[in-house]
């Protein structure tokens, strides 16, 4: 008598059709969990300059004196997931690269007399329109 060893084609279809259901679901997750952590590095990066305006305001007494490479405000500089990081009379805008290539985030600051701080606005933009980078960078860059 003579047994049969191995798997049908049956079961590696069967095999390869739940490795293919698993894949579909992990992978634009994966991918999410992927743009988060871009994102992370693109906060990150920007504190620095954050920090250096609000300094510089403080010295200053205004913020058009607030720009890349002036009183204290570093230069532009890149990262894995930042192409460049760009100080205008404290405007600190941000442009992506690699998994946020689409997005500009642009931190805008306000100088608040009464409290004697400065208050900070964000706008997330991506080309093409992308609305769940836009999401998560909103509920990454909160201020």
């Keep these: 008598m003579q047994y049969q060893s191995g798997f049908t084609l049956f079961e590696l279809m069967i095999a390869i059709v739940v490795i293919a259901i698993l894949t579909a679901i992990g992978l634009p997750a994966y991918q999410g969990y992927i743009k988060k952590a871009a994102l992370t590095d693109m906060l990150q990066s920007m504190t620095a300059y954050k920090t250096a305006i609000e300094i ?6 205004a913020l058009n004196k607030c720009s890349s490479g002036n009183n204290g405000v570093p230069t532009t500089r ?3 997931y ?5 100080v205008t009379n404290g405007i600190i805008n941000l442009v992506g690269k690699s998994a946020l290539s689409s997005l500009t985030v642009t931190l805008t600051p306000t100088l608040n007399a009464n409290l004697g701080n400065l208050d900070w606005s964000r706008t997330c933009l991506t080309n093409p329109p992308e609305p ?7 509920d990454i860059f909160k201020f």
């Design 82 to 86: 930042v192409t460049s990081i760009n």
């Design 56 to 61: 510089c305001a403080i010295e200053q007494g």
């Design 78 to 80: 890149t990262t894995n």
């Design 132 to 138: 769940t980078l836009v999401t998560a960078c909103e």
